[in-house]
């Protein structure tokens, strides 16, 4: 099979018949002539040996632990060879010996494609990509091509022995041997044969590690028809296995091929191969992303969608290194096409995400004032988007994020504080808060008592404060925030008592240990158990869902209730009970005691629905995002 290289450039056969003979005038041999000649024979010597046809040693592989310094002679053979080559085409082009180096090269070559190709076939183990990029450094010190660095770097190795695993240790050999391999085969003109065999057996080692990651060649058409529980599914995969094939598979793969043909002559072949061997699979792996981003936009996505806008900006620079060839550029520019259409996709889903809670027309009252399902639903959601706020603030630095009005200057608090919210991203979170808490101020009114309005107010704030202080909103919205947002809910809580409890403080006297006619005292503990009983039989299907909230609103009723009933109670029970006209009316109902034992069982919301007429519902209970 005829070949470029050597054999074409050096094999001219004369037309003359007494070609390659001596002529008849002798003719002086130089000591060159005697040394390209000697070349010749040891190259001869060495290549019959290891000649497939003629010997029974070829069937082993010359670069196998028994044969290393028939190896090193070996490569060192063929390039004396094509010095000796050289040499006759320049001082003797019509000599038989030029066309028997030919011959032997040819051999050579034949037997150096054989061990290239059983050494990328049978080492595939130790040229995994991960232990390729551990034994790099490693493979570069141990190269055939500078023979007296080898034989340092054999005793290197001896030394190292335990310093290194077994796999490294043959990884690095293998590498060396097939960078050995490539730079002789190169500088003898089989750069093509080379690249072949290199392209071959790489590419089906690229493919079948990506098929183990799971990485699947998804188009838009596919993608787009998936229900989103099956896509969900598929990007989870997804995102387990790019950073692997980026930083594993890819990288290993651009170590290996910048080692294999790192030689001065092998830049093009070094090309060539890297990107054909992976950039069909880089694609593959890097347009889903941006076919995910072209799906369909709902708020259940966007934090998928974020974790993949998070997963290739973070291998940005690697990629960008890794196939920082030209003939691989398509791959870099999909990488950063999918960033564009993910950042796209981000800020449509949060601009449909403010438009809901715009459009949120509930008009069904939380049964006992608790906490809204929009409240749960907006506050998780938006503490999730805090735990993306460097992707968020990549986003808005090329898309700012714009809101429909400013903030209220009032809404951080003072403007000088350290805490001032500055960031855009937090003012964009801020402004979705500040919506969902006017969101709230309308559903209040559909309480029948304004007591229950405040309690409302009060649950729904505090749970606003608590998911703020409790997630990275805090660092983002600040201390300040959550301050003046915390002194509004106890605003909201004293609301709520001075109108849901005003009529049992009013049955209280302002001075109970003043002297006062005994029908007076009837009269007001007549009125104080009426308002009290009456006044807990409401509330207790009120609700304060917040732990820490509910115990601060008993604490501060029974301050203001019990000291004051309990030095009445004790100034005026026995006379009352004494009194002939009192008769059998139970006109001392409550020991001070009972009072703790009844405030301690409000605000669990055991009993009935209170003030609210209907139950439903909320379209929020089930919405998508993350759960609490």
Avoid at 252 to 259: K, P, V, Y
Avoid at 451 to 472: E, I
Avoid at 498 to 513: C, H, I, Q, Y
Wanted: net charge neutral.
């Amino acid at each position: 099979m005829p070949r470029k290289g050597m054999r074409t450039i050096f094999f001219k056969p004369s037309t003359s018949p007494t070609a390659g003979t001596p002529s008849s005038s002798p003719q002086r041999v130089t000591f060159s002539d005697s040394l390209m000649d000697e070349n010749i024979q040891i190259a001869r010597s060495l290549i019959t040996k290891w000649d497939d046809t003629s010997q029974p040693c070829s069937s082993s592989s010359l670069f196998s632990s028994d044969n290393r310094q028939d190896a090193k002679d070996y490569l060192k053979a063929v390039y004396n060879l094509q010095t000796a080559m050289h040499y006759f085409i320049t001082h003797h082009s019509t000599s038989d010996k030029l066309v028997l180096a030919q011959t032997l090269m040819q051999t050579a070559m034949k037997r150096l494609e054989r061990e290239f190709y059983q050494m990328l076939k049978i080492n595939g183990e130790y040229l995994d990509h991960e232990s390729v990029s551990v034994s790099s450094s490693r493979a570069s010190r141990a190269s055939f091509s500078d023979l007296e660095d080898y034989e340092v770097s054999e005793t290197e190795s001896r030394i190292s022995d335990d310093a290194i695993s077994e796999m490294e240790r043959v990884s690095t050999a293998a590498m060396a041997d097939l960078k050995a391999i490539a730079d002789c085969m190169i500088s003898a003109g089989y750069g093509k044969e080379c690249a072949r065999i290199y392209k071959i057996i790489r590419k089906s080692v690229v493919d079948e590690a990506l098929y183990h990651l799971g990485v699947e060649r998804l188009n838009f058409n596919v993608i787009q028809k998936m229900d989103w529980d099956v896509l969900e599914i598929k990007i989870k995969n997804w995102l387990r296995a790019v950073r692997a094939a980026v930083k594993t598979v890819f990288a290993g793969e651009r170590i290996l091929c910048d080692t294999v043909f790192s030689g001065p002559s092998s830049a093009s072949i070094r090309v060539s191969c890297f990107s054909q061997i992976v950039k069909d699979g880089a694609l593959d792996l890097l347009v889903f992303p941006e076919n995910v981003a072209k799906c369909k936009k709902t708020p259940e996505k966007m934090f998928r969608t974020l974790d993949l806008y998070e997963a290739i900006s973070d291998l940005s620079p690697d990629i960008a290194s890794i196939f920082s060839f030209e003939s691989s550029s398509a791959v870099r520019s999909q990488a950063a096409n999918s960033l564009i259409r993910l950042g796209e996709a981000v800020r449509t889903m949060l601009a449909d995400f403010e438009a809901a809670i715009h459009k949120d027309t509930s008009k069904t009252p939380v049964p006992g004032g608790g906490v809204h399902p929009l409240t749960r639903y907006v506050m998780n959601y938006i503490a999730f988007l805090a735990d993306y706020s460097g992707s968020l603030a990549e986003i808005d630095a090329e898309w700012p994020l714009t809101s429909n009005s400013p903030l209220p200057e009032a809404y951080f608090g003072s403007p000088e504080s350290s805490d001032s919210i500055s960031s855009p991203i937090a003012v964009r979170l801020a402004w979705l808060i500040l919506v969902v808490l006017c969101k709230l101020d309308g559903k209040a009114e559909l309480y029948k008592e304004v007591a229950q309005s405040y309690l409302f107010l009060a649950n729904n704030l505090q749970y606003v404060v608590v998911k703020v202080r409790s997630s990275n909103l805090k660092f983002l919205i600040g201390e300040e925030w959550i301050v003046k947002h915390e002194a509004k809910v106890r605003q909201y809580a004293a609301n709520y008592e001075r109108m849901g409890w005003d009529k049992v403080f009013a049955s209280l006297p302002e001075n109970p240990t003043a002297e006062i006619p005994i029908p007076q005292v009837r009269n007001r503990f007549r009125r104080f158990n009426l308002s009290f009983e009456d006044t807990c039989k409401r509330h207790s299907s009120w609700i304060v869902s917040d732990p820490k909230l509910r115990d601060e609103i008993k604490i501060s009723l029974a301050k203001r209730i019990a000291p004051v009933y309990r030095e009445f109670y004790e100034k005026y029970r026995v006379r009352v009970l004494r009194d002939p006209s009192t008769g059998n009316e139970p006109l001392v109902r409550f020991a001070p005691d009972d009072l703790d034992n009844h405030l301690s069982d409000l605000f669990h919301g055991t009993i009935g629905s209170g003030s609210v007429s209907s139950h439903s519902t909320s379209p929020y209970s089930s919405h998508g995002g993350r759960s609490p």
